[in-house]
């Protein structure tokens, strides 16, 4: 059973855009507010957005303005918009529900923000 599986992330240019994908199972995402993580190079895994069962949602300071959180409640998916890429926001991506159970961490998807 597929509970949180993350895609999309890639190699972009400073100023460029990416879309992560989160796909959920239905029990997850009806139950639970999503958050999507991440962590940068030597640093602690942090929280960036998260949307809440209502649908309100919420994101970092250092990625306000940029990033957007929303889902596709009939395709079971959390997207990340991610626009205004920055060298800084290189980092591993992960989804998980909010706040965080260690047993739904997946693999992550790369996101690399080249100069």
């Known amino acids: 059973q597929v509970n949180l599986v993350e895609s999309g992330g890639g190699l972009v240019q400073a100023g460029g855009s990416l879309r992560l994908s989160c796909k959920v199972s239905e029990t997850i995402l009806r139950t639970n507010t999503i958050g999507w993580y991440r962590r940068a190079p030597g640093k602690q895994r942090e929280l960036v957005a998260r949307?809440?069962?209502?649908?309100?949602?919420s994101v970092a300071d250092s990625v306000t303005g940029r990033f957007t959180v929303s889902r596709d409640t009939a395709q079971r998916t959390v997207f990340l918009q991610m626009d205004s890429l920055k060298p800084e926001d290189t980092g591993d991506y992960f989804c998980?529900?909010?706040?965080?159970?260690?047993?739904?961490w997946g693999q992550g998807t790369q996101v690399t923000v080249s100069t």
């Open positions: 998980n529900i909010y706040p965080p159970n260690r047993v739904y």
């Open positions: 949307i809440l069962r209502t649908g309100e949602t």
